[in-house]
């Protein structure tokens, strides 16, 4: 399960790199991968420490 958090906790920080960057232009995907791959590695660590226990 981490490898998938970091998996997508480094999609996120390309993605908003990209979008908040400049590189990606006028567009806005890049923006709301970052929000969702982020949302993604939040929720996976959660589970993570829940699961832990």
Request: aromatic fraction near 16%.
């Amino acid at each position: 399960m981490l490898y998938y958090v970091l998996a997508f906790l480094l999609v996120a920080i390309v993605a908003g790199a990209m979008g908040f960057g400049g590189i990606a232009g006028t567009s806005g995907i890049a923006q709301i991968l970052f929000v969702l791959f982020l949302a993604v590695v939040l929720i996976y660590l959660v589970v993570g420490l829940f699961r832990r226990v």
